[in-house]
């Protein structure tokens, strides 16, 4: 069982930067594959960015390349979410997940799988 607890959300202008944080309560959290996600009031979920359990896979949703970037320190059993240049249309509560298998965008609202792990959300408010 892994217990993930996402942080760092708030309210920014247009323009401004936030950097979430998601914080695992396992111990071999570097064998596991990270996602976060976001959902917007009366919007589907949908695929932020994801990262395998050794940091050389990235992805991204398009709407988020170049501005984005999604790292981890397994050391601290830590991923971040570093948002920068936020537009009002990334208003949402943003989710991490996480899995021990590969987890993919396949669609623009989810991965090839299902991540069994979900964390309870931050809310990320940008102000136009």
């Known amino acids: 069982q892994v217990q993930l607890v996402e942080s760092g959300g708030g309210l920014v202008q247009a323009g401004g930067s936030l950097k979430l944080s998601c914080a695992a309560s396992k111990r071999s959290f570097d064998n596991y594959a990270v996602a976060w996600f976001r959902q917007a009031p009366g919007k589907e979920r949908e695929f932020v960015a994801a990262?395998?359990?050794?940091?050389?896979?990235?992805y991204y949703t398009d709407s988020v390349k170049g501005r984005f970037t999604i790292s981890r320190d397994n050391t601290k059993n830590i991923v971040y979410l570093q948002m920068n240049s936020l537009e009002p249309e990334d208003t949402a509560v943003y989710y991490c997940?996480?899995?021990?298998?590969?987890?993919?965008?396949?669609?623009?609202?989810?991965?090839?799988?299902?991540?069994?792990?979900w964390g309870q959300g931050t809310q990320v408010t940008v102000s136009s």
């Open positions: 990262i395998s359990w050794n940091p050389s896979s990235t």
């Open positions: 997940a996480a899995d021990l298998r590969r987890l993919v965008p396949t669609t623009k609202q989810m991965t090839g799988v299902v991540p069994d792990y």
